[in-house]
């Protein structure tokens, strides 16, 4: 499974952004699709998880300002990110997981300064 993530950027505090996540390959084996981030000098955390059938899970610091979605037709994820922070400033990862194992994508950087 190859995962290609896009949508990072520069914006201003409570501003917007929408994250994509496009997988190819053995698309037919994923279970979770997801988004963790890791800021500099922190370890990666979970942002948010969703399964096959639309189940989602959330980080406590992201809930009520992400949401993620999935469009499984397209095998890709998406995370819509609003209200944000400046200390939601990380390097955001997309992840599958599948019966062989979790597979991430490159990083797309997401920073939140005025």
């Known amino acids: 499974v190859q995962l290609q993530a896009s949508g990072g950027g520069l914006v201003q505090p409570g501003g917007s952004l929408r994250l994509s996540c496009a997988a190819s390959?053995?698309?037919?084996?994923?279970?979770?699709m997801g988004w963790y981030r890791q800021a500099p000098g922190k370890e990666r955390e979970l942002v948010a998880l969703i399964t096959s059938g639309g189940r989602t899970n959330y980080g406590d610091s992201v809930k009520g300002r992400f949401t993620i979605s999935r469009d499984n037709a397209q095998n890709t994820v998406y995370l819509q990110v609003d209200s944000l922070k400046p200390e939601d400033t990380a390097v955001y990862y997309c992840?599958?997981?599948?019966?062989?194992?979790?597979?991430w994508g490159q990083g797309t950087l997401v920073t939140v300064s005025s």
């Open positions: 390959g053995r698309v037919f084996s994923i279970y979770d």
């Open positions: 992840s599958a997981r599948t019966i062989a194992g979790t597979y």
